[in-house]
């Protein structure tokens, strides 16, 4: 008995020490009561803001796609630039931003035979447009493609050497890519003498629109236009001493 009234004796006093304690915190919290509950309020708050926000974003996200299908669907360039500008750092933008700059690439080098200074201002374009979206460090599809179209992109525009280094980086940052193959071909291409050689040669060609037909009311025959120059065949030697005897594949599309 008299052991349990010890024991009796300690819990109470136990309890009567965490009850002084208690009351001195307590004591010590309540001046700052206020603050502590503005505290509260704002961490809830700000939870239900992160959860409305992150509410608002999945929505975006799936306008985001939907005005992107729109605009292939239509083949709008200039909805694809609204995607772009209105969901900035979403996937959509970066592939609409994608499709523009394979669209500038596509028409750049189909234009490079025949209005110099329009494929050139196409091809810088493209080359604005991958920079873009690489200033992003995306990784995967979008990564991959737009490293490869880079390259392509300064090789038609003739920076030969950058665009060696844009198809070496595509070999070092993606070795399983599907284009591997023909970065590899294109890396050998211009590492060759002979194909800087075709590109200067190229280079040195009078590319521009041909003139309208001129008036003709004598009824006389109007001058043929001429032909504008193909690339040298590969097996072919040099017929003006300018030509050089071998030309590179046209960059990979």
Same mark, same amino acid.
């Given at each position: 008995?008299?052991?349990?009234?010890?024991?009796?004796?300690?819990?109470?006093?136990?309890?009567?020490?965490?009850?002084?304690?208690?009351?001195?915190?307590?004591?010590?919290?309540?001046?700052?009561?206020?603050?502590?509950?503005?505290?509260?309020?704002?961490?809830?708050?700000?939870?239900?803001?992160?959860?409305?926000?992150?509410?608002?974003?999945?929505?975006?996200?799936?306008?985001?796609?939907?005005?992107?299908?729109?605009?292939?669907?239509?083949?709008?360039?200039?909805?694809?630039?609204?995607?772009?500008?209105? *969901?900035?750092?979403?996937?959509?933008?970066?592939?609409?931003?994608?499709?523009?700059?394979?669209?500038?690439?596509?028409?750049?080098?189909?234009?490079?035979?025949?209005?110099?200074?329009?494929?050139?201002?196409?091809?810088?374009?493209?080359?604005?447009?991958?920079?873009?979206?690489?200033?992003?460090?995306?990784?995967?599809?979008?990564?991959?493609?737009?490293?490869?179209?880079?390259?392509?992109?300064?090789?038609?525009?003739?920076?030969?050497?950058?665009?060696?280094?844009?198809?070496?980086?595509?070999?070092?940052? *993606?070795?399983?890519?599907?284009?591997?193959?023909?970065?590899?071909?294109?890396?050998?291409?211009?590492?060759?003498?002979?194909?800087?050689?075709? *590109?200067?040669?190229?280079?040195?060609?009078?590319?521009?629109?041909? #003139?309208?037909?001129?008036?003709?009311?004598?009824?006389?025959?109007?001058?043929?236009?001429?032909?504008?120059?193909?690339?040298?065949?590969?097996?072919?030697?040099?017929?003006?001493?300018?030509?050089?005897?071998?030309?590179? #594949?046209?960059?990979?599309?």
């Amino acid at each position: 008995m008299a052991a349990d009234r010890t024991h009796d004796t300690q819990d109470l006093a136990e309890g009567n020490d965490l009850a002084s304690s208690t009351i001195d915190l307590a004591a010590r919290l309540r001046p700052h009561l206020q603050t502590i509950g503005i505290a509260l309020a704002v961490i809830a708050g700000g939870a239900v803001a992160w959860t409305l926000i992150a509410a608002q974003r999945e929505a975006a996200a799936e306008r985001s796609w939907d005005d992107c299908m729109a605009a292939l669907s239509e083949q709008n360039p200039d909805r694809l630039d609204g995607v772009i500008r209105k *969901y900035p750092g979403t996937p959509a933008a970066r592939w609409s931003q994608m499709l523009l700059a394979e669209t500038a690439i596509t028409e750049g080098c189909q234009q490079l035979f025949g209005d110099r200074a329009r494929a050139r201002q196409r091809l810088e374009n493209a080359v604005d447009l991958y920079t873009g979206i690489l200033a992003e460090r995306p990784g995967g599809l979008v990564g991959e493609r737009a490293v490869f179209g880079l390259a392509k992109a300064r090789e038609a525009l003739g920076d030969l050497d950058d665009a060696r280094r844009g198809y070496e980086s595509l070999v070092e940052e *993606y070795p399983s890519s599907a284009v591997r193959g023909l970065a590899d071909q294109r890396i050998a291409a211009l590492s060759r003498a002979s194909t800087k050689g075709w *590109y200067d040669w190229f280079e040195s060609q009078d590319m521009a629109p041909p #003139a309208p037909p001129a008036a003709n009311p004598g009824g006389q025959p109007a001058a043929e236009q001429p032909a504008a120059p193909s690339p040298p065949d590969a097996d072919a030697a040099p017929t003006d001493g300018g030509t050089p005897a071998e030309s590179p #594949a046209a960059p990979a599309g």
